[in-house]
């Protein structure tokens, strides 16, 4: 009995350990997020990575250098540096690392370190959604020497959902997910001349459901989208739009697609992970890919939010959760 005891208490003591570590990110992020957000529209950075880098290299802002030096990406002091410096214990006993004024600095400052060293100068040409190419570019570029460093800074990316930060900065910067890229979206949609397509869905009344879309591109739930005839060519499409062929397929959810050959909306960027409504109503016929494209949300986080397996498939008439709890 005396054991179990032992072992609850000990249990109960990880559990609010674990809590409160929580609470402690939850508030980094925060706090932060905005400065992240700033330093991505200034410099190109994603947020998702700052914030993750932050949050790892700092302990959510708990660490001894970060509270004695404001340092919240434990960058050393390098040859080029002529600012304040503190001395802490890390790889080796005493090593020199940055200090600054404030948290507002040391953002500054490492996104100035990624943005001109020419180590980290390949990075930029990743997409800045693409959280994990720029997660293994940074390991592989000598960030840190934990082997792990990658995969941490994508687990608490997709824990925290910092990935949302990014989408942000590009809303806020009026770019779009792709960099280079050659779209020119419609703001107010009017509906004269457009495609006018007939569903292969029913009603429930079994009346013919009737979608309207504008040529062109045009937007739905804040995304850039068309409205693709069946016989076109993603490949050409995305070489008319300067987005990588492999972009294209993960925005749309698609797997090594190229000509379609049904009719179907062709998002231009990643699509949301929640929807403008809470919930969609399925008819007859239609699939979880049909209600991501309607819908402008990552198919993904359909399967999240409904507690669905990837072979799972709606049934008409369900309520389909566009939103996270």
């Not at 930029?124 to 390991?139: E, I, M, Q, R, S």
């Not at 990316?157 to 990014?166: A, G, P, S, V």
């Not at 890229?181 to 009603?203: D, L, R």
Request: aromatic share 12%.
């Amino acid at each position: 009995m005396k054991k179990l005891f032992v072992f609850l208490f000990a249990a109960a003591i990880a559990s609010s350990a674990k809590a409160q570590n929580n609470e402690a990110v939850n508030a980094y992020i925060e706090q932060y997020k905005q400065l992240a957000i700033d330093e991505m529209i200034r410099t190109g950075v994603p947020a998702s990575i700052t914030l993750a880098q932050g949050i790892l290299e700092s302990n959510a802002g708990q660490c001894t250098l970060t509270q004695q030096s404001n340092n919240h990406f434990g960058i050393k002091c390098k040859d080029d540096w002529t600012g304040s410096v503190v001395y802490h214990d890390d790889d080796r006993k005493h090593e020199c690392f940055r200090r600054y004024n404030s948290a507002e600095d040391s953002y500054r400052d490492h996104s100035d370190f990624l943005k001109n060293r020419p180590n980290y100068a390949f990075l930029f040409n990743v997409d800045a959604t693409d959280y994990t190419d720029w997660a293994y570019g940074l390991k592989k570029a000598g960030y840190a020497t934990n082997p792990a460093y990658a995969s941490l800074l994508i687990n608490t990316i997709e824990k925290y959902d910092l990935e949302q930060y990014t989408d942000v900065a590009l809303q806020q910067s009026g770019q779009m997910s792709v960099a280079s890229s050659n779209v020119q979206p419609q703001q107010n949609i009017e509906f004269t001349n457009a495609v006018q397509v007939q569903s292969n869905q029913q009603s429930f009344a079994q009346q013919t459901k009737l979608v309207t879309y504008p040529n062109g591109v045009f937007r739905i739930n804040q995304c850039n989208v068309l409205y693709a005839q069946a016989g076109t060519s993603l490949f050409a499409l995305a070489t008319q739009y300067d987005i990588p062929y492999k972009k294209l397929l993960e925005f749309n959810d698609l797997d090594n697609v190229d000509i379609l050959q049904e009719p179907m909306l062709v998002y231009l960027e990643k699509k949301q992970k929640s929807g403008t409504k809470d919930y969609h109503v399925v008819v007859p016929n239609e699939n979880l890919h049909d209600i991501a494209q309607e819908e402008g949300v990552q198919i993904k986080s359909l399967i999240a939010y409904n507690n669905f397996q990837q072979s799972n498939q709606p049934k008409p008439g369900d309520k389909i959760l566009l939103y996270k709890k």
